[in-house]
């Protein structure tokens, strides 16, 4: 039976890179007929457009989907969805086309908390119509794959039949073979040497506290703004910021490195320090924490908002710190810019944990079993 995939963004966005593609080596090793469909492409993403145009591509997107699956009808195939296939749509509309089309066995996977941005929307219409899409599709579902322990916790609320728990995940070994390759490290846990990054921002022996994320995500550093402004006026350390909106940051002294899939890790490896700062919000409650993921495979502390899965991937005074408050988070980037030694042995553990729970050799066989099984459910 063929599994046809559709992420809900194209191969721009790391959700569907971590995943998806880096999935798809071992599903085709296993033998499993598959096809990957992106619902929506990168020009269709909102905030990056105006209205209209987000609109006109979301009315292209659902003809693209939608004529995608009909193709699938009378087919023995298996309907792999993350999130939702026709974003915006009702529950009803979606699920009755895929009826109609004989496709009733499907996969629901979400590594974010995709029902919240429904069901806690400011547009009364949309709690209206849309606040339990999600769940009926779950419900509906023969599997969920849940990123985390609060997604999978929704799912089972929603009366999902089935549930299983994969953790967002990077390929660790390549994250350390690459750092090898370079010898930016005598061995994986020595200190990496001054790099190219820390040239190009003035660097004087000052650590580099770094951030990857996206444009829409920027706002999240806003929330530690001054702590941001207060270490680099004294002197303590540098900030950089990958994929980041640089108009957002404007008057921050943070370098916006613009993010490239091809010198991501190259990147990342500049860095002595990673953060992940966020609000706590019920969306931010259901991330996956990936960047937090990204930082402690290259070895690297972190320093974290205690929010969702953050304080399941970070051990508090182990493997990073858990900061809720300005002061906290003053306090452990401080500490961790002046102790070279206490970076060293945090990002060892840090590593180690990676290596031990969020792993892509961890994680595959798992992937690969399931949907093996539902393909011949």
Known sequence: MKVIIFPRYDSTQASTRVRVLQYLPFLKEAGIDFEVFPII?????????????????????????????????????LIHIHSELF????????????????????????DDAWFHRYNANNSILIRLFLSKK?????????????????????????????????????????????????KKIKSIYNKKVRSSLKEAINYKSKPVIGWIGTPSTTKFLLTIKNIITLMNDNGIANFVAIGADSYQLRGLPVTVIPWNEENELETLSQFDIGIMPLSDSLFERGKCGYKLIQYMACGLPVVASPVGVNSSIVVHNETGFLASKNDEWLKYLTLLCSDLELRNRLGQKGLIRVNELYSLRVTSPKYVSLLKNMSSY
């Not at 209205?51 to 699938?72: C, I």
């Not at 974003?87 to 004989?102: A, K, R, T």
């Open 41 to 77: 492409n990168f020009d269709g993403i909102s905030g990056r457009i105006n209205s209209l145009a987000f609109w006109k591509s979301r009315l292209k997107s659902y003809y693209r989907v939608g004529r995608r699956l009909f193709k699938e009808k009378g087919k023995e195939s």
């Open 87 to 110: 974003p915006f749509m009702p529950f009803w509309l979606e699920y009755g086309y895929l009826l109609l089309l004989g496709k009733k066995k499907y996969i629901i996977e979400l």
């Open 134 to 182: 999600i769940d009926l599709l779950m419900r509906h579902s023969v599997l969920v794959i849940a990123g985390n322990q609060y997604i999978a916790d929704r799912a089972k609320l929603a009366g999902a039949k089935c549930i299983e728990i994969i953790p967002t995940v990077v390929d660790v070994e390549k994250y350390m073979n690459y750092l090898l390759s370079l």
